[in-house]
Each structure stands twice: as structure tokens, then as C-alpha cells.
């Protein structure tokens, strides 16, 4: 550590929402002395530098990361390893690793075999994200008081972990360390099944040939709508977490298929009990969301603008 910084150079590699809210929230707190970025397209170099949540931008991964302190690869899942490959012969000794990507065991299969001895490889996941991508969509406020959970692999020096979460600490979020395989599990429940459920059903409705789609979008706000903003996130983030978390998420269909036959053989036989039951059962949990602060308490999630927080801040 230098002066007030935390580190001397950070490189985020990926621009979108996620790099470029960290861009913004590393940048507000000042911890580093200067951030290099790199992204795919021109275009998303271009408009980083526009906005201003990096320092300096390269063509090249290897480049952005050359001389990092702390490299943050926060592109798609799929594209971690051929990252981590391509970065592996310029990384300093010394420098930590990490990503911000929504699954951990095959990013540790991924990522892992291209750390070289002397750097840290922690891999990382933000709670936090909205329905946007891109480098327009990101924004300081992003990790307040949201989760972010470090999967340190056997052996990971302490000094380390403890860098980065003292890192993650001062862009807002609040740290945990979980061993990978329960974080896939843990995800697959909380974040993955549900982004699963709203893609099917807002695909459900599109296909529906007895309800016009105008009458869909028309009386959305019944209770569509909510699915919908699911369903608009990023398709290829959603396409690599599935293929990368295949086990978890269909442990967690089967429950859910499951639980759905109950629910459809409790509404065919009028058992209203077992659907009160239930129903109480739920609406309790979403109140401990809302005393656990990881929601507000504003009716219709807020959509009134005198209760909207910034950003539309949700957790992924
Ligand atoms: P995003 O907005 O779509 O941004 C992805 C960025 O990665 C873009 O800048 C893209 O560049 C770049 N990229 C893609 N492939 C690349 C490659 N091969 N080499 C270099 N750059 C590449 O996505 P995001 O929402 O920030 O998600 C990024 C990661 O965060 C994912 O791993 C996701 O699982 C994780 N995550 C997302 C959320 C969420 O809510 N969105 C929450 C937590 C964690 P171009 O713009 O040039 O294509």
C-alpha cells in the first residue's frame, strides 16, 4: 500500500455494469492511484474513457494488466478463463486476482490453472447488479450495503484476502468468505432459479396464442411486469452462469418442480389451508428482506418516485 491508496494500479477487464460501477466506486473512495481498462469492443473503451471511470483504457487485456496491484476480470463467465490465459504471463508477483463473476467452482476450474506463483487468486462475487449492461449502466453506488463473497481456494495467503476485503469494504459492500461449491449452491436458490423462472414465464406468455400479446404488456402491471425485469438481464451472462452451474441450478429445478406439482394438486383439490399456509409463509420472508435492509420497504418495490432509490439497485 501507498500513501491513501489502496493499491497503486487496478485493471478492470470488462466495462459493462459491473466493471464500470466498480470503475466509479473505486474512483469516489480513492483507492487507487490509477485504474486501466479493457474491454472487447472499441467502442466500450471509447466510452469508459468518456465517462471517466478509468484512467487510461488498452486493446489488450495483457496490457490493462500489466503492472496491476490487483487485476479485476468482471467480463462474462465464459470469458474468464480465456482472460486469465491470455493476462497470465504479465501479471506482477505480488498482484492479486480476482473476478466479480456469478459462479465460483468453474471459474476456479477456469481461472485457476493460469495463476502464476506469487499471485493471489481470489475469486469474488458482488451481490449486486441491476437489468443493465454496458458501460453507460454503471454507477459508485452500486455495492452499498450489499454482499460480496470471496471464495479463497486452499492455501490463499490471509494477508491477501484480507486486502481485498478491506478493498471491497471501501467501495460499500459488506464482506463474506464461503467456500465455493456451498456459494454455487447458495446462488442457484437465490439468484439463478428466480432469473430461470422469469425467463420461462415472461416465454410462457410471449407464446401464448389465446391472450394477444398487446393484452400481456397491456395489464403487465398484475404482476408480469415484475418477471419481466428478470427477464430482461443480459442473455449472455445468463447463458454462461447456466452452463456453468449446470448441477446447483438443476438440484434446485427438481425442488422446484416439485414443490409446483404440491402446489398445482393443492389448487385442483381446493385445499385453500395449504394454500393460506403457504402464501403467510412467503410473505414473511419477504419481510426478513426488508429488516435484513436488502430491501426497502416502500410498497410496489418503490416504483413510486418519492420511494425509488438510486440506480434500481437488485441483487444478482
Ligand atoms: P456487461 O455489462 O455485459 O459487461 C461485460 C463486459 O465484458 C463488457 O465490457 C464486454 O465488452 C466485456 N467482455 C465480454 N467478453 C470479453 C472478452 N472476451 N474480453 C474482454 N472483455 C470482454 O456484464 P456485467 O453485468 O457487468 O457482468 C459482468 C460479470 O459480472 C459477469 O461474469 C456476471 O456473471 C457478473 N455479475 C453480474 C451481475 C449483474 O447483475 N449484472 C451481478 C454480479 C455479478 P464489450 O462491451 O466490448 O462487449
Redo the contacts with the bound molecule.
Sequence with gaps: MSGAFHFERVAI????????SLGHAVKRAGLARHIAG????E???KRALEIGFVDSVHES?AEAAKDADLVVV????G??G??AAEIEPHLKKGAILT????VKLAVIRDMGPHVPEGVHFIPG??????EE???D?GFAELFEGRWCILTPVPGTDQAAVDKLNAFWTACGSKVDVMEPKHHDLVLAIVSHLPHIIAYNIVGTASDLETVTQSEVIKYSASGFRDFTRLAA??P??WR??CLNNKEPILEMLGRFSEDLTALQRAIRWGDGDKLFDLFTRTRAIRRSIVDAGQDIAAPNFGRNPTHAQPGGK?D?
Design positions: 477487464v470488462g466495462l459493462g455494469l459491473i466493471g464500470g479493457h474491454a472487447r469492443s467502442a466500450t473503451r487485456a468482471c467480463t462474462p463467465v470469458a474468464l480465456p482472460v473476478d466479480v463473476g456469478s462475487h458482488p451481490i449486486a447488479g441491476t449492461s454496458g458501460p449502466a438481464s443480459d449472455t451472462m454462461d452462469i437488485q444478482q
